[in-house]
Nanobody, 127 residues
Framework: QVQLAESGGGLVQAGGSLRLSCAASGGIFSMYAMGWFRQAPGKEREFVAAVSWSGGSTYYADSLKGRFTISRDNAKNTNYLQMNNLKPEDTAVYYC????????????????????WGQGTQVTVSS
């Protein structure tokens, strides 16, 4: 059983940056592909970014490429989402997720692929 805990959310002005962290415990972190999703009020949860358990492969939602960067540190059992040039439309609860994969370079881009989820962290971007 893997437990995930997000941190780093908060209130930021448009154009600012935040770095979200997701600390994992209870499993062999390096065998899990990791991802970030977000859910804005009144909207469905959407995919943000994913990273393979090797860290060698990443994938992003098209609309976020160039502004968001996902990474991981397997020695620290933590993955990160660096968010730059934030916009009011980025306001949402951001969720970290973990999914077991057999291939070190596989990324998971749909929520159904993830077995474990964090509680979420609120990101609010003011205009």
């Amino acid at each position: 059983q893997v437990q995930l805990a997000e941190s780093g959310g908060g209130l930021v002005q448009a154009g600012g940056s935040l770095r979200l962290s997701c600390a994992a415990s209870g499993g062999i972190f390096s065998m899990y592909a990791m991802g970030w999703f977000r859910q804005a009020p009144g909207k469905e949860r959407e995919f943000v970014a994913a990273v393979s358990w090797s860290g060698g492969s990443t994938y992003y939602a098209d609309s976020l490429k160039g502004r968001f960067t996902i990474s991981r540190d397997n020695a620290k059992n933590t993955n990160y989402l660096q968010m730059n040039n934030l916009k009011p439309e980025d306001t949402a609860v951001y969720y970290c997720a973990a999914g077991r994969v057999a291939n070190a370079n596989r990324v998971l881009t749909v929520s159904a692929g993830y077995a474990y989820w964090g509680q979420g962290t609120q990101v609010t971007v003011s205009s």
